[in-house]
Structures are given as C-alpha cells and as structure tokens.
Nanobody
Framework: VQLQASGGGLVQAGNSLKLSCTAS????????VGWFRQAPGNEREFVAT????????VYADSVKGRFTISKDNSKNTVYLQMNNLKLEDTAIYYC?????????????????WGQGTLVTVSS
C-alpha cells in the first residue's frame, strides 16, 4: 500500500492548513486512518484517527478543538484540517492506514505509512 500525504508548508501561527492523504490500493472505506506527527528530537506522536465509516474520530488532547479529521471515501482521501496553528504544531505529519476498521492512538496498530509532509509554523 502506498500512502501519499500532502498539503504541508510554512504558515504563521494562528493560521490554517489542510493536509490530504491518499492511498493507491487499500480502500479507506474498509480501514481506519490515522495522522501522526514527529517534531525534531521528539518521538512520533498520535494526532487523530477516523474509523472506516468516517463516523467516529479521536483526537490527541493537544489538537482537540483545533484540528478536524475527515474522509471522502469516493476519493479515497483523508483530510486533516488544522486551524489556529501553534508553534508547537511544527512537525512532519504522517498518515497511516490501520489494520482494522477502528483507529487507535497506538502506532503499532497501523500497517502502512506515508512519507510525511512537513508543517512549519512561524511566529
């Protein structure tokens, strides 16, 4: 499975970005998808996940109320809308497809990972 994350860039604090994740083979309608991020010098951390139906989402406390994960199964694409970005949101963002229909905050639950897209938030 090849995942492609895109939409990263340089943005000022307080502004917004929307990330996209597409998959070449496995349908997002069958599997949950998660977003993780890794800042320089830090371990990879969970950001958000959405189940196969798109009806259930889970967020890390650090992004709750600012980020929204959604999916368009017809386009086999998952989005991460990031609003009110903060300096500490600077990281490489990765999307990953789960082994099952429900997502998890545990990275080991995910079978395939995209290459990541860099988000840099400036003051």
């Amino acid at each position: 499975v090849q995942l492609q994350a895109s939409g990263g860039g340089l943005v000022q604090a307080g502004n917004s970005l929307k990330l996209s994740c597409t998959a070449s083979t496995l349908p997002f309608s069958t599997y949950a998808v998660g977003w993780f991020r890794q800042a320089p010098g830090n371990e990879r951390e969970f950001v958000a996940t959405i189940d196969s139906s798109g009806g259930n989402t889970v967020y890390a406390d650090s992004v709750k109320g600012r980020f929204t994960i959604s999916k368009d199964n017809s386009k086999n694409t998952v989005y991460l809308q990031m609003n009110n970005l903060k300096l500490e949101d600077t990281a490489i963002y990765y999307c990953a497809i789960s082994r099952g229909t429900y997502g998890s905050s545990w990275s080991g639950e995910y079978r395939s990972w995209g290459q990541g897209t860099l988000v840099t938030v400036s003051s």
